[in-house]
């Protein structure tokens, strides 16, 4: 397993007892495997943290696990949680436009395998020593916005997902019956990926299934708003937003501080 260590940006040494005590944000590279396939995903935490404490679980965007979800997860880590990045694609596997879209379409249309990589990596979180598993909540980014749906719709044992900028629409609308966390969407209102009519197929589907559900529209936010890689020209369908990047964590961020009680 490799290890990386990160300074904290925030609280980086800590005063206690007259001494200097040094936080860090610790990750490491995890292997696993998941319905044939050698996955790899990355964990997160703040070492100078005791005991255990509640986690998160990071689905990544279509190019799979990257830079992008580790940063995610070290902020997450630096709020105090613990955090694993799972892959869905397999180890190495990390594709590049249009590729990307390919492989995201495999799993989009083949649910019963994409549940399957997102359950086998939430177990892995919860197979973790720093992990409550009596406090678990998950999050995705585009594509892994759709996938957190999707475990929420399997009926995970969970607190709770956030979907950024993620697609709304599934196979199973039905399913929806089982999901027994809360769920918040968090949407550019602009975005041309995912049309009025999925949007409104997805609140008819949360108030069908009875679903707790918060769904919040960031307005003339377009399509991976949260990601600066994606460029600042919102005429493309996807450009970053500062504002609704801003926004929607601190959302995300009010959301885990309660149901966590933290």
């Known amino acids: 397993m490799k290890r990386i260590s990160f300074s904290l940006a925030l609280g980086?040494?800590?005063?206690?007892s007259g001494g200097f005590v040094r936080a860090e944000v610790v990750g490491a590279a995890i292997e696993y495997e998941s319905a044939g396939a050698t996955?790899?995903?990355?964990?997160?935490?703040?070492?100078s943290v005791e005991g255990k404490r509640p986690s998160i679980l990071i689905s990544?965007?279509?190019?799979?696990?990257?830079?992008?979800?580790?940063m995610r997860a070290k902020m997450l880590a630096g709020l105090g949680y613990n955090v694993f990045a799972l892959d869905i694609y397999g180890k190495g596997i990390r594709p590049q436009p249009p590729e990307s879209g390919?492989?995201?379409g495999k799993y989009k249309g083949d649910r019963a395998l994409y549940r399957t990589r997102l359950t086998d990596g939430l177990n892995i979180l919860k197979g973790l020593p720093q992990t409550d598993t009596e406090q678990i909540a998950a999050?995705?980014?585009c594509f892994g916005g759709t996938g957190v749906l999707e475990l929420a719709r399997s009926g995970a044992a969970i607190d709770g997902v956030v979907s950024f900028h993620g697609g709304l629409s599934t196979l199973t609308p039905?399913?929806?019956?089982?999901?027994?966390?809360?769920?918040?969407?968090?949407?550019?209102a602009a975005d041309p990926f995912v049309p009025v009519d999925e949007v409104a197929a997805f609140h008819s589907e949360m108030l069908g299934g009875n679903v707790a559900?918060?769904?919040?529209?960031?307005?003339d936010a377009v399509h991976a708003f949260t990601q600066k890689f994606a460029g600042d020209?919102?005429?493309?369908?996807?450009?970053?937003q500062a504002e609704a990047d801003a926004k929607s964590w601190e959302a995300m961020r009010a959301f885990f501080e309660r149901i966590f009680e933290k």
């Not at 996955?39 to 997160?44: I, S, T, V």
């Not at 039905?174 to 550019?188: F, P, R, S």
């Not at 559900?213 to 307005?219: G, K, N, R, S, V």
């Open 39 to 47: 996955c790899e995903g990355w964990h997160a935490y703040d070492d």
């Open 102 to 104: 390919k492989m995201a």
């Open 233 to 240: 020209d919102p005429s493309k369908g996807a450009a970053y």
């Open 174 to 188: 039905e399913d929806a019956k089982n999901i027994v966390c809360e769920v918040v969407a968090l949407h550019g």
């Open 12 to 16: 980086a040494l800590l005063l206690l």
């Open 213 to 219: 559900y918060t769904f919040t529209a960031y307005p």
């Open 139 to 141: 999050i995705g980014y």
């Open 60 to 70: 990544h965007q279509w190019t799979g696990l990257t830079d992008y979800e580790k």
